[in-house]
């Protein structure tokens, strides 16, 4: 195929190229980086968070007048003891916050307890003995917490201070890089020892940057149930519904007048589906955009290129006539929309890149990796190739007898 | 003239109807797309409380140890502590002031059919309610003095009284929250600001609160509080802070009439913060802002990321919609070439040609706008159905409606631009000859 041909055909119609190749330009631009929003939402979606969520389910029992900090407690215990005893539960907990939930704690966390040491904010789970084990939480370094350092939520209120801690591992990375951190003490209540570290566990919700999404402690601090959430750890995730209706049963045939309804008890799977609908609305809707664009660049192409074909009829008469194969003239059209993309691309690489800046600075995005590249182009290229088909085969069937007829 | 062009774009139009239909789809598909997501964001950055936002205001200090300040850099707290909550309220420095903050109240209805159920709930002084201009349908606010005994008083809304009391007069029936009995003054009438401004750690858009109770009493009661909360130092965790720690969790709002008495009270903040430092209890340099209802929403960039996105998302794609119909309507002037060249040749001016053109491309864009408007219309549909809190709100108003068509003809109109000045550079003799 000769390009030069092509290129000086083209020449003829200058405005109609612009437009084609920045028509493909702008498409290849939004292409890229609405796969690139795409797929960063699809790896925030599937980030990990340390805890075995298929075998979790969680209530929420809320009181309806107060009590005294020792019958909250005391009533805590027995529920506990209640939800323990269900069939199919293997273990049950109770915690301050639960993973996508609405509640989120923190403490400003640094390593001395000099005010003008740098400290940043780091979420912090209080839960009763059970909870690492009903979290499926793994052990990196050092130990769990022993059964004499667990105090009540009212001491810690009341002052306590030099309660153990166990943190993540990418904590640890932050405040002790390159060294192992139990042993170590932080400032979070007062003066904490690290005791151990968990490999992973990640804040309820996103919260400040997104490296501060691994930060989080464990405290040995059990909750009365009104400032917690009671977690359940099923033995077969298939009765997990039957275990929410089993202890939602139990907890309201015990104690005071409480607030306990299938609203609040849910598994944590449902929570997670819950906190990343926005993202998987918004890779939908992303997903419809660019196919969407896809459609109207094809439009546009097959558009204009039937406009050429029928402006090019007895030129295209005439190569028929001196000895052009059908085959010739379809390979042409395509040669030239292959072209035509191929500069559309090229100029769309450029306005990816620069689109791609305009949104790190404006949004927490991150630079459009490399091989976005390829595949808006391969999109692209294919696109064109499709949309050019009709008009092509189109113009393959000019009989070469045009060529004698007097326009 | 006009009626003529109109007359001849719509021939024109008609004789293709293919391409015409593709032009048409392809500015609808556009106009529908941004339209949609300027509504949202139209909705979205809206002010809440129209001819009151001006004059109120969101006075912050930053009571903080000296830890981690940047002069002049770190912006001081998003609420205030008990303490200095009480301060500022008590000082009366305002035209007027409200502390409060938001929590969820157990209700326990009288009706047995009903289960207990929980209800977001509003804990703060008497101001709030003139200030922020709420109707009342039933009854009326509590006052200071309720503030001051601790009143056992509360105000519901519309949503809470159709449920509990079936729409009627409640005022005066008894309310049993968190297990305490509360005597209903009066009933919100519809009042629903969007954002959700005097508490931005809430929901930012969508319901609001059901029920009102004074500050003090839900202090008194131990009504749990819910929402944002900060502390330093050693300040303690849970979800209702003893009122000495260092924490800051309370909302202060005041009204200020007049841009001297908003410079007042600005200066009153910083010897506020003067003041506290040489009692100890503050620790860095005066650090006051004082915004008002935009500039806070503003700061706190309320408007979801996501949002902003969409809509530039949506301009790319009109973008490219618009490079796809000058095409197409290049496409389709230049076959016209032949038309032209009679219409030049019989004596009409390029000026007439070009007239004539655009009014063609214009036709194409209102009937793009309404497309447009429709694929909006279904568009919003779908947001409504989106799990976000401020979906409800996706409406158009006619002000969206009258931009939809602006943008549309205008759109439709730079798009022909180009199509028709080329068109009209056909040399009529030529085209004449050929034909």
Known sequence: ?407 | MFGYYIDLATRSLRRNKALTALMVLAIALGIGASMTTLTVLHVLSGDPLPGRSGTLYYPQIDPRDGQGYLPGKTEPMDQVTWIDGMNLLQAKRADRQALMTGGTVAIQPDNSTLDPFYEDARYTTADFFPMFGVPFRYGHAWNAADDEAHARVAVIDGPLNDKLFGGGDSTGRTLRLSGVAFRIVGVVGDWNPNPHFYDLNRKSYGEDEGVYVPLSTSQDVGMNHDGGMDCWGNGGGGNTPAHNAPCVWLQFWVQLDSPARAAAYRQFLVSYSEQQKALGRFQRPPNVRLRNVMQWLDYNQVVPDDVRLQTGLAFGFLLVCLVNMVGLMLAKFMRRAGELGVRRALGASKKALFAQLLVESGVVGLVGGVGGLLLALAGLWLVRRQPASYAALANIDPEMLFATFVLALGASLLAGLLPAWRACQVTPALQLKSN
């Open chain 1, 1 to 407: 195929m000769h390009f030069r041909h092509i290129l000086s055909a083209l020449g003829r119609h200058r405005i109609a190229v612009c437009l084609l190749v920045l028509e493909i330009a702008f498409s290849c631009a939004v292409v890229c980086n609405a796969l690139f929003l795409i797929g960063t939402r699809l790896e925030r979606m599937h980030r990990p968070t340390g805890v075995d969520e298929p075998h979790l389910v969680q209530v929420d029992v809320h009181s309806v007048t107060p009590g005294t900090a020792e019958a909250l407690m005391a009533q805590t215990r027995t529920d506990l003891a209640t939800l323990r005893a269900l069939p199919g539960v293997t273990g049950v907990a109770i915690v301050n916050q639960t993973l996508f939930g609405d509640s989120i704690g923190f403490s400003g966390v640094s390593l001395s307890d000099d005010p003008k040491a740098p400290s940043i904010p780091v979420t912090q789970y209080m839960g009763s003995a059970q909870l690492a084990g009903v979290l499926g939480l793994k052990l990196a370094a050092g130990r769990w917490f022993r059964p004499d350092e667990f105090i009540g939520y009212e001491q810690l209120r009341n002052g306590a201070t030099g309660v153990p801690v166990i943190i993540t591992r990418a904590m640890a990375g932050h405040f002790f890089p390159g060294q192992s951190a139990v042993g170590k003490t932080i400032h979070a209540f007062g003066t904490n020892r690290v005791v151990g570290v968990v490999d992973r566990l990640v804040q309820p919700r996103d919260y400040g940057p997104a490296e501060y999404y691994g930060y989080a402690m464990l405290f040995p601090v059990e909750m009365p149930y009104p400032g917690g959430t009671y977690l359940v750890r099923v033995k077969d995730p298939a009765q997990r519904q039957a275990v929410i209706q089993g202890a939602l049963r139990a907890l309201k045939a015990d104690g005071p007048l409480r607030l306990v309804s299938p609203k609040y008890a849910t598994t944590l799977e449902a929570e997670r589906g819950k906190y990343y609908r926005n993202d998987r609305a918004m890779a939908w809707l992303l997903a419809g955009v660019c196919l969407l664009l896809l459609v109207v660049t094809a439009v546009g192409i097959v558009g204009l290129t039937s406009f050429w074909v029928a402006q090019r009829r007895r030129q295209i008469g005439i190569r028929r006539a001196v000895g052009a194969t059908r085959g010739d003239i379809l390979r042409y059209f395509q040669a030239e929309n292959f072209l035509l993309a191929t500069f559309g691309i090229a100029l769309g690489m450029l306005l990816a890149y620069g689109l791609n800046l305009l949104l790190m600075l404006h949004y927490e995005l991150g630079r459009l990796p490399a091989y976005y590249f390829p595949v808006g182009a391969a999109v692209l290229w294919g696109l064109g190739q499709l949309a050019v088909l009709g008009p092509a085969l189109r113009a393959s069937r000019v009989p070469p007898v045009v060529a004698t007829r007097s326009a």
